[in-house]
Every structure is written in structure tokens, then in C-alpha cells.
């Protein structure tokens, strides 16, 4: 059975940085697609960022320059460094795997 579990999430002021982590269990990370989603209150979950099993990103443009995702493979573990936050990136970060395998969401919260 494959499980995602973020964490890493938290409250931050504007300008602050996190990094939040999602560790896979029962398929290696290294042989598919992972990315990073966000939902915030009252809207449509959304992609933020992914990485391939060759290593290509692909950011949505609202991150963009702010926000890298990278992956240790020896543990299994993928990363999402978000700076320069800002009040608009609240929301709830979900881990994917592909296809279609979900972790329970890590909550951002960016306020001063």
C-alpha cells in the first residue's frame, strides 16, 4: 500500500520561509512523477509544483522563482521550499504521487 505523509507546515510571517517534506512508503519515488498541490478556503485545489523521474520541474507561475521542489531518493522524500511567502499562499499543501496517490495535507499559513 503506498502512503504520503507531509509535514513541515506551520504559520509564517510574509517573507518567511518553510519547507515541507513528504515521505513515501510502498513505491519508490524514484520511478514516477511527484508534485505538490494546494487548496485554499473556498477554492479548487491547484498545482504548485512537480518534478519527473528525470529530474525536469514544472512550477505553476504564481510560484515561480519563490518555491523548489527536489527529492532525496535514498529516503524517499520529497521537498517543497517555498520563500518569500506570501498571504496568498495559505492553503493546505498536498503531496501527489502519480497517478493518483494523495497524502492527508500539511497547513500553510502566512499571516503577520
Known amino acids: 500500500q503506498v502512503q504520503l505523509v507531509e509535514s513541515g507546515g506551520g504559520l509564517v510571517q510574509p517573507g518567511g520561509s518553510l519547507r515541507l517534506s513528504c515521505a513515501a512508503s510502498?513505491?519508490?519515488?524514484?520511478?514516477?512523477?511527484m508534485a505538490w498541490y494546494r487548496q485554499a478556503p473556498g477554492k479548487q485545489r491547484e498545482f504548485v509544483a512537480r518534478?519527473?523521474?528525470?529530474?525536469?520541474?514544472n512550477y505553476a507561475d504564481s510560484v515561480n522563482g519563490r518555491f523548489t521542489i527536489s527529492r532525496d531518493n535514498a529516503k524517499n522524500t520529497v521537498y517543497l521550499q517555498m520563500n518569500s511567502l506570501k498571504p496568498e499562499d495559505t492553503a493546505v499543501y498536498y503531496c501527489?504521487?502519480?497517478?493518483?496517490?494523495w497524502g492527508q495535507g500539511t497547513q500553510v499559513t502566512v499571516s503577520s
Open positions: 518534478i519527473t523521474p528525470n529530474g525536469s520541474r
Open positions: 510502498g513505491r519508490r519515488i524514484s520511478v514516477t512523477s
Open positions: 501527489n504521487m502519480n497517478p493518483g496517490t
